[in-house]
């Protein structure tokens, strides 16, 4: 081990916060990060919580408290399902239709959802990788209540997927709605 790294001494040493962030995101992408030493990753993980980090985005910034915030408060529920169909993250929103355990977390996404529906789910995410759509919608009543559930294909600047985001929404009382009401 010791050999290994003087041989091969961790370049991210050498960049400056930012610029870990960045280099793990990309490693991340490229699924790279899962064959380096996970130690390591967690480690700039680590240091953004610590110091607060902020996260660049093209079009700004925040710390990680604030896209958090964000992400929690927005009426619908998030679930990200990464390129090898695994699930990377949950929104938690107040009213989550349905509930997520932390345990979900790197299991394949076909083991959190029905056996019933498992062929839809595969043939959704099959589409998406190889680029016949980029979205799938359904809606469904539970108690009462109507579900609009729409999967979209995330892709990369240069259209290679990523994964998958799935948005699930109670829209009874957005279907109620007739006429306008204006802010002013």
């Not at 040493?13 to 992408?29: A, D, H, P, Q």
Request: include cysteine; proline fraction near 3%; hydrophobic fraction near 35%.
């Amino acid at each position: 081990m010791r050999r290994h790294r003087l041989l091969f001494p961790n370049p991210a040493n050498n960049f400056t916060f930012g610029g870990k962030v960045v280099l793990i995101c990309t490693l991340r992408e490229k699924g790279i990060l899962a064959k380096l030493n996970k130690y390591q990753g967690g480690e700039v993980m680590k240091e953004a919580e610590e110091q607060g980090g902020e996260i660049s985005l093209e079009t700004g910034s925040m710390t990680k408290e604030e896209l958090e915030a964000v992400l929690n408060t927005l009426p619908v529920d998030l679930t990200f399902v990464d390129v090898e169909n695994k699930v990377q993250y949950f929104s938690q929103s107040k009213a989550r239709i349905f509930p997520r355990a932390k345990a979900v977390i790197g299991r394949k996404v076909q083991q959190c959802h029905p056996q019933e529906s498992v062929h839809k789910v595969n043939q959704i995410l099959d589409d998406f990788k190889r680029g016949r759509r980029d979205a799938a919608e359904f809606w469904i009543q539970l108690k009462e209540r109507l579900i609009y559930i729409r999967y979209f294909a995330l892709r990369g600047k240069n259209k290679e997927y990523l994964g998958c985001l799935e948005v699930t929404q109670d829209i009874t009382d957005i279907n109620k709605i007739e006429g306008e009401k204006r802010l002013l």
